[in-house]
């Protein structure tokens, strides 16, 4: 695996094929595509009709000829062929759909895969171009990629909130000691707010209007200076369009159930590591990755209900696209130990 004679020309890539964003990193040139892991399909003749981007614009907007589906939604692959074709359409735009030479391709994939899913995968993106497929899991690769040194005897632990799946890992010597994987992420935040709005204002509001209230101003932590929002939907009962106003302090209270959740798996992980490390911790904390990590005061709420000191990574929503690049520049090391 050592580069060869073609090395300069190469254009192997890392993927970040996320629950719900996949980003790619082209070996030397960095992130070089991030669109959202959703695929829309035509419902009779299952064919393709977008990907990424464009598809995402139509969740919740298509009529009945089109469904747009997100195939590795709670981080297990939902549908095979989708995923497939969703890697292909992304590997070949990345290459501007030359491909001289088959890439080698190394993909972050959930740690809680399971190993026909993790092949897969890899057939996946055998068939859709690659030469050499390698994957490793995603908190690995985000605690690479956020500069954690991975591979010193001491504990190095990650926290990545993401859409379908919240990965909590602790590494030594470049090994998962222990990993934790729930289905309780951003997406479960988007439904408490779906839930929320309609419980407390008889308003309907899809999925999309959810996310963007939660990036807007939701919270784990009161904040300094609260915020206020207009939310417009439909009146459940009236039946018509309906505008009304939110505060902050209750999109809080309607995720703090989905966030106890998160921080309760955090907990459930500290308590099963080794004392050695755990010792580490203390001084050494956790760093927070993954879109989910933008919460507002959500590492400061951690930081109290663990103890420990917590960051959120510089650029969170690229930890693990940036870990992938960083393997690919030394795939000798991936084959020692992934
Ligand atoms: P995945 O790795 O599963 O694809 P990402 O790490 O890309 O997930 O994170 C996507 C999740 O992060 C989504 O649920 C999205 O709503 C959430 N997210 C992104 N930006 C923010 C933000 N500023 N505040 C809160 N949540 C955010
Ligand atoms: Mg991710």
Redesign the pocket.
Known sequence: MASNFFGYFSNDIGI?L??????VYVKDKGIVLREP?VVALDTTTRKVRAVGDEAKRMLGRTPGNITAIRP?KD?VIADFDVTEAMLRYFIRKVHNNALRVAPRVVIAI?SGITEVEKRAVKDSATHAGARDVITIP?PMAAAIGVGLPIDEPAANMIV??????TEIAIISLSGIVFSKSIRV???E??AAVVNYMKRAYNLLIGERTA?EI??KI?SAYPLDEELSLEVKGRDSVAGLPKTIHITSQEIREALSDTIAAIVDAVRTTLERCPPELSADLVDRGFVM????S???GIDRLLSEKTGLPVTVADD??SA?ANGTGAVLNDLNWVMQNV
């Not at 990545?160 to 799946?165: L, N, Q, Y």
């Not at 990755?289 to 989910?292: D, E, I, K, L």
Request: net charge negative; aromatic share 0%; hydrophobic share 30%.
């Open positions: 970040d996320g629950t719900a964003n996949t980003l892991s590795m981080g959930p995603e990545d909130i993401g859409g379908g799946t992420a951003g997406d935040l988007d996310e939660k990036m939701g990755a993954g879109g989910g933008l919460i507002r969170p929503l693990v």
